[in-house]
């Protein structure tokens, strides 16, 4: 398994730059990660996928759950950085239009008003 995490959730923001591969035996790791924060109800979760090469439908349906579950609370996730094969799968099933996508992780900072 290919994959790391690095994070940082505090009580309204939180931020994971995930690295390697999100696949059926990965995802598990991103959706625990997410799930963490949206159970403590963050207010913005901001994913940065900049050094994400790979993503399958099960990494797509892990963000999906964590953007349905936010939704409830009235929180939001947010992604950042995807790389144009993370992209095509997200253009492809027009999840760019359900989430928040920002080029790269400094845009969002800047855009979200972020203290990284």
Do not use: C, W
Not at 31 to 49: E, P
Not at 57 to 82: D, R
Request: no cysteine.
């Amino acid at each position: 398994m290919n994959l790391k995490i690095n994070e940082h959730v505090d009580t309204a923001f939180a931020y994971y730059e995930i690295s390697g591969e999100v696949d059926m035996y990965s995802s598990p790791l991103v959706r625990k990660a997410i799930m963490n924060a949206a159970n403590k109800q963050v207010q913005l979760i901001l994913v940065n996928l900049d050094n994400v090469n790979y993503m399958d439908s099960s990494g797509v349906a892990t963000l999906i759950e964590g953007l349905q579950y936010s939704k409830k609370y009235g929180g939001k996730i947010v992604l950042a950085g995807l790389q144009e094969s993370v992209r095509q799968v997200f253009e492809l099933t027009k999840l760019d239009k359900i989430f928040t996508i920002y080029n790269d992780i400094n845009t969002a900072k800047k855009e979200l008003d972020l203290p990284l």
